[in-house]
Structure formats: structure tokens, C-alpha cells
């Protein structure tokens, strides 16, 4: 059944995980609708003084993960977003229509497997036999599976549990599962908040990119949109880079997470934005390789279909 953009931003969206909408003064120009993951991007450029000074019309939708933000680009109800390296490959290996437009590079620390506070488990090695939540084919499922082989282990050595990040942490505090896989503010929470111990994360077995990720039809409408939110989002990141409490003040405030929760994710986001180039392409074709190596996806893909071409800011 075929749905209109109209009605999906109304209400399907609520259902795959958008549950605020911002939206910025009237402009001439067509709105660009951003999907932002956990608040994340707006609570930067509000903080960095840039959204009162932005040359597009924003709206604004909040989404709990990658998949959901996925889903709503591939329908039409998302212009412009930020998705990791996994969920780009998971995204192409759907057949969707979304490509990256430039990259962001950090540590790559924001993504980790966590497990409760009084657990027996240590080390990786000591997930053998027990159950991992994680969303399928996202960034977690993959740090687990690069942990998994880096030790020595096999793909099934563990039993993962796919569901989403609400459910997981609840999955990990009464005990259904032995450990999570996943990435910044949820990390940060079950970290701070509830005592989680890190047994790993992806800092030398992840690539610590994402990307600003739009679609083909968006970029034939709106590309000179696209590029200039991505410049945008550039300046927040370098603005970044010296107000991080600023950053996490405001991030706090918008999402209810604790002080030290926001500050803890803005500590592992330092990054910087910059154009595609042969380099990105390369590090992202790896991260196809291994995904399709390990059955995350079902067949090898060419990394270099998923950018889009000619695109500079």
C-alpha cells in the first residue's frame, strides 16, 4: 500500500521512532526535514548559535536508531541524516536509494558492549555462550562479531538478540540478556546511570565513521540543501571541539539526559566533516566485506554505489 509522504510524516513516523519534531522559522526555500538520532545534531548546531543563522529551512525528527531512520528516508519522509558505517551498508543492502554525502571520523569509541555492574563476565572470551542484544546489522552487531573473530572465536559463539535500544537496556538490567552491543548516549546511560562496565569497544576494530546521508530523489530536488546542511553540521563540529560542555549543557536539556551522560557521549563525538574521497571509499568497502563475510548481509556489494558523486562543500 503505497502512503504519502504527508501521512507518513504525521503518523507512521511515530512508529519507527521519530518522537519530536522541531521545526525552524518560514523561509522562501523548501524545508529540508533532518532525522536525527537521539537529538543529537540539533542540540549541536542550537548550542553552536548556528540554527538561527542557517540559509535552509530545517524541520526536525527524532529517531531512537539507524533502522528507523533508514526506514523513514527510504519512504520519503526524511531528507537528510547521519548514519554509521554498518547502517549504510545494511541501507544498500536493502535496495535503498540512500547515499552518503560526506563523511564524519571519529574514534570510534562510541560504539561498545556492555554488561551489567555484578556480571561474572570480563572479557570478551567470557561472552562464549551467552546472549548479546544489539540491532541487527547495525554498528553494535558488527563490534561484536569483529570482537568475537579478533579473539579468536567464532560468529555463533555467542546467541545475539535483536531488539531495540528501550527494550535492550531493560533486557540487560533484569538479567534476560547477558550484555549489550550498541553506541553513544545508550552506552553512556548504561554506563553512568545504571553501572554497565565496557568490555570492549570499537576503538582499533571499528572505522569511527558516519555519514551525512541523503537519498537520489532528495539530492535531485534539494542537493544544494543537502550540501549546505552538511556545512552546516560542519561548523557544529568544529565549534565542538572547544565548547564540549557547552555541547552536553544543551544536548542535556533537550533530551533529559543526565549532565554526566551528555558529557560522556560528547566526549567520544569529537570529529571532524569533510568530502568523499578514494580513502573513505576504501575504509567503507571494508566494512562491506566483513558484513557480507559474516552474513550480516547476504551478498558482497560495491562500496562505491553508496556515495553519492560529485558532491563538495
Request: hydrophobic share 45%; proline share 4%; aromatic share 6%.
Amino acid at each position: 500500500m503505497l502512503v504519502s509522504r504527508r501521512a507518513l510524516s504525521q503518523g507512521l513516523l511515530s512508529t519507527v521512532g521519530a518522537h519530536a519534531l522541531f521545526s525552524s522559522k518560514s523561509f522562501a526555500k523548501p524545508v529540508l526535514t533532518v532525522g536525527d538520532q537521539k537529538g543529537g545534531a540539533h542540540a549541536l548546531l542550537g548550542a553552536a548559535g548556528l540554527l538561527s543563522n542557517s540559509s535552509i529551512p530545517l524541520r526536525w525528527s527524532l529517531f531512537a536508531g539507524a533502522p528507523m531512520l533508514i526506514q523513514a528516508m527510504t519512504a520519503g519522509a526524511v531528507d537528510v541524516g547521519v548514519i554509521g558505517d554498518a547502517p549504510l551498508v545494511f541501507a544498500q543492502a536493502g535496495g535503498s536509494a540512500i547515499k552518503a554525502v560526506s563523511a564524519i571520523q571519529t574514534d570510534g569509541t562510541m560504539t561498545a558492549v556492555v554488561v551489567r555492574k555484578d556480571s561474572p563476565i570480563r572479557s570478551i572470551q567470557d561472552l562464549k555462550g551467552r546472549s548479546v542484544a544489539t540491532l541487527r546489522s547495525q554498528t553494535g552487531h558488527y563490534l561484536t562479531l569483529a570482537a568475537l573473530r579478533e579473539a579468536g572465536m567464532k560468529d555463533d559463539d555467542v546467541r545475539f538478540v535483536f531488539i531495540p535500544p528501550s527494550a535492550a537496556l531493560l533486557a540487560l538490567l533484569n538479567g534476560s540478556v547477558d550484555a549489550w552491543a550498541t553506541w553513544g548516549p545508550y552506552i553512556a546511560e548504561a554506563k553512568i546511570s545504571h553501572g554497565a562496565r565496557e568490555i570492549v569497544n570499537g576503538g582499533h576494530l571499528m572505522s569511527g565513521l558516519s555519514y551525512v546521508v541523503s537519498t537520489d530523489a532528495v539530492l535531485k530536488e534539494q542537493r544544494d540543501g543537502v550540501v549546505a546542511y552538511s556545512r552546516l553540521l560542519s561548523k557544529g563540529h568544529a565549534w565542538m571541539l572547544n565548547h564540549q560542555d557547552d555541547y552536553a549543557k544543551v544536548w542535556s536539556q533537550e533530551t533529559g539526559l543526565s549532565l554526566p551522560v551528555a558529557r560522556e557521549v560528547v566526549r567520544t563525538m569529537l570529529s571532524s566533516i569533510f568530502p568523499i574521497n578514494d580513502d573513505i571509499i576504501r575504509k567503507q568497502q571494508t566494512v562491506s566485506d566483513f558484513m557480507s563475510e559474516t552474513k550480516m548481509i547476504p551478498t558482497r556489494l560495491n562500496a562505491k554505489d553508496a556515495f553519492a558523486s560529485d558532491i563538495t562543500f
